[in-house]
């Protein structure tokens, strides 16, 4: 299944915080860091490989535990590749920073899944939009996750 949808970071709505691409960059290097504070359910993250533009993580979830790599393409993307194993979903995350003019941010969520489409039952259709909602309802608490983080309203990492 492939997915995709743009978030608008900055608007011209005075009760958002206009954030800059920096702080939007530091978020998302945060969020990829420091899982736990973004993903329910995620009881701890340990980091298997560091290099400046990678990361190799192991993600534990109860007695589940899924490896995933993330690259990092500086002040522009992170990408997530998750292992498939032992007949799990596989596949990936890329969030972009999509710049259009000045302060227009915004944010491109790709997901590439194993997930089979061919089964065009009223089921098959149903689980696809949950799962399609799912990953919206969470790439927006992500932003929101982000604008705190940015604002200062949250610990452990300030993003100023």
């Not at 500086?74 to 920073?97: C, F, K, W």
Request: charge should be negative; glycine fraction near 4%.
């Amino acid at each position: 299944m492939n997915f995709e949808h743009l978030i608008q970071i900055n608007a011209d709505d005075p009760a958002l915080p206009t954030l800059t691409r920096e702080q939007l960059w530091q978020g998302l290097v945060l969020r990829a860091e420091q899982p736990q504070l973004f993903v329910i359910g995620l009881d701890s993250c340990i980091v298997r490989e560091r290099t400046d533009t990678m990361l190799e993580r192991e993600l534990h979830y109860g007695s589940a535990t899924v490896r995933d790599r993330v690259t990092f393409t500086p002040n522009q993307q992170v990408r997530y590749d998750i292992h498939a194993a032992d007949g799990e979903i596989g596949g990936s995350l890329t969030m972009t920073i999509e710049e259009r003019g000045e302060r227009e941010l915004f944010l491109r969520f790709e997901y590439r899944t194993t997930l089979a489409v061919t089964d065009d039952s009223e089921e098959a259709r149903q689980t696809h939009e949950i799962v399609k909602e799912a990953y919206r309802t969470s790439d927006i608490d992500t932003v929101r996750l982000i604008r705190e983080y940015a604002q200062g309203r949250q610990d452990p990492n300030p993003l100023h």
